[in-house]
C-alpha cells in the first residue's frame, strides 16, 4: 500500500466515523434495526451542497444537514412508535421515500456538484498544512470530538435513560419513563450524525449524489463489528464500545484499501467487489473469537 492509500484510507475511515458512531447507537445502544442511515448520509449530502451553493458557511451547512437528518430518523421513530409498524419496515419506508425527497432538495437532478465552493477543509489548508494530510487531520479531530460527546451524553441522565430502553424497555417503563420519545430521540440522534457524515463526504468529495448511501448500513456494521472484535468490547463498555466504533471504521477502510491493492497470482478484486470484500471481513470477525478460541485450545492441549 502506498502513502497516497494509507491516508487516503484515514481520511474515508474518519470521514464516514460519524456514520458509524449513529449505526452504533441503533443497533447496539437502542437495539433498533435501521436501515434510514442509507437515505440519511445521500440526505446530509444533499442539504450541504444546496446550503454551500447559496452561500451559507459551510460549518452552518453541516448543522442544516444534522437538522434534516434528525428529522428523517425521528420519522422512523414515529412510523414504529406511534403507527406501530415494525422498525425494520418503518426504516425501510423512510429510506426510500428520502431518495425522492434528496433529488428534489438538489432541485429535480441525481447529483450535485461543489467545485470551486468553501469547504469546512479550505481553514485547514490555509495554515499551511498539505491537502493529502489535511482532510484526514481535520476528520479525525472530528470523529474524536463526536466520540467524547457521545460517550458524555451516554453518561448523563438521558443518555442513561436511552441505554437502559434499548437493554430493559419493560422495566424502564414502569420506572416512568417514555421508551417512545427515548426511540424517537435516539434514532433521530443517530441519523442526525450520519447526515453529518454525508454532508463531510460531499465537501470532502466536491459533489453530492442521491446514490452515494448505497451500502451505507453494510458498511456502518461491519465497521462496528470489526472494531468490537479487535478492541474486545464485552456487555456494558459503553466507552470502549465507542472508540472501537471509530477504531472498526477505519481498519475497515484500510482492510478495503489493502485488499483492492492485493496481487495473488494475477487474481485481484476490483471495486465493484467491495460487497464481497465486506461479507468475507464480516465473517472473519465474527468467528475470530472463536477461532481464537479453539486454537488457545488445541495449544493448551498440546
Given at each position: ?9 484515514l ?15 441503533t ?8 436501515l ?17 451553493t447559496?452561500g451559507?458557511?459551510?460549518v ?21 412508535t ?8 418503518a ?19 441525481p ?23 489535511a ?13 467524547g460527546?457521545?460517550?458524555w ?13 434499548g437493554?430493559?424497555p ?15 430521540f ?87 467487489d ?23 485450545l488445541?495449544?493448551?492441549a498440546?
Open positions: 500500500m502506498t502513502w497516497y492509500a494509507f491516508y487516503g484510507a481520511e474515508q475511515g474518519f470521514v464516514f466515523g460519524l456514520m458509524v458512531l449513529g449505526v452504533y447507537l443497533f447496539r445502544v437502542l437495539e433498533f434495526p435501521d434510514t442511515v442509507d437515505g440519511s448520509l445521500p440526505l446530509g449530502a444533499a442539504v450541504t451542497s444546496v446550503a454551500i447559496s451559507l458557511h459551510p452552518l451547512a453541516l448543522a442544516l444537514a444534522a437538522g434534516a437528518g434528525f428529522l428523517a430518523g425521528a420519522v422512523t421513530g414515529i412510523l414504529n406511534k403507527l406501530r409498524i415494525l422498525h425494520l419496515l426504516s425501510i419506508l423512510t429510506m426510500i421515500a428520502l431518495y425522492s425527497i434528496n433529488i428534489r432538495i438538489m432541485g429535480g437532478r447529483n450535485m456538484a461543489l467545485l470551486g465552493q468553501d469547504t469546512v477543509i479550505d481553514p485547514v489548508i490555509a495554515l499551511g498544512i498539505p491537502p493529502h494530510m482532510s484526514w487531520l481535520l476528520f479525525g479531530a472530528i470523529a474524536v470530538a463526536a466520540a460527546l457521545l460517550m451524553f451516554l453518561s448523563t441522565e438521558l443518555g442513561q435513560a436511552m441505554l437502559a430502553t437493554d430493559n419493560q422495566m424502564v417503563t414502569a420506572l416512568g419513563v417514555n421508551t417512545h420519545s427515548m426511540i424517537i435516539g434514532v433521530g440522534l443517530s441519523n442526525a450524525m450520519v447526515a453529518v457524515s454525508g454532508g463531510l463526504v460531499a465537501q470532502n468529495q466536491g459533489a453530492a449524489d442521491a446514490n452515494m448511501g448505497v451500502g451505507t448500513i453494510v458498511a456502518g456494521l461491519a465497521s462496528v463489528i470489526v472494531g468490537e472484535t479487535l478492541l474486545g468490547v464485552g456487555p456494558g463498555r459503553v466507552k470502549r464500545a465507542i472508540v472501537a466504533a471509530i477504531v472498526g471504521s477505519v481498519v475497515y477502510r484500510l482492510a478495503i484499501a489493502l485488499a483492492l491493492g492485493l496481487d495473488i497470482g494475477g487474481f485481484t478484486f476490483a471495486p465493484s467491495l460487497n464481497l470484500i465486506t461479507a468475507l471481513l464480516v465473517v472473519l470477525a465474527l468467528t475470530a473469537p472463536q477461532i481464537k478460541s479453539r486454537f488457545g488445541r495449544r493448551r498440546c
